[in-house]
């Protein structure tokens, strides 16, 4: 059975930083393109950033310059690094894998930026 485990979420000040990390249990896990997606309280889930199996990366606008996604494939596992967190940021952070029509989601880790 696969499974996407996030961590590295809890509580920062404004202005810091964190960096979730994604494990991930995939057979083939370079093949699958990784993305980043966040749902903040009363809102849809959203993306924040992808990238693909051969690095090309993308960020929502309210990211960019400010989080950066990574993988290392022998790991098997995708980064978020995030920096100059706003309280817009605070959020459930969801790691997704894809492959052609298949998908597997993790159960997410809690961002709360707050002073």
């Known amino acids: 059975q696969v499974q996407l485990v996030e961590s590295g979420g809890g509580l920062v000040q404004p202005g810091g930083s964190l960096r979730l990390s994604c494990a991930a249990s995939l057979s083939i896990f370079s093949i699958y393109t990784m993305g980043w997606y966040r749902q903040a309280p009363g809102k849809e889930r959203e993306l924040v950033a992808r990238i693909t199996s051969g690095a090309s990366t993308n960020y929502a606008d309210s990211v960019k310059g400010r989080f950066t996604i990574s993988r290392d494939n022998v790991k098997k596992t995708v980064y978020l690094q995030m920096s100059s967190l706003n309280t817009d940021d605070t959020a459930v952070y969801y790691c997704?894998?894809?492959?052609?029509?298949?998908?597997?989601w993790g159960k997410g880790t809690l961002v709360t930026v707050s002073s």
């Open positions: 997704k894998a894809e492959y052609q029509a298949t998908e597997y």
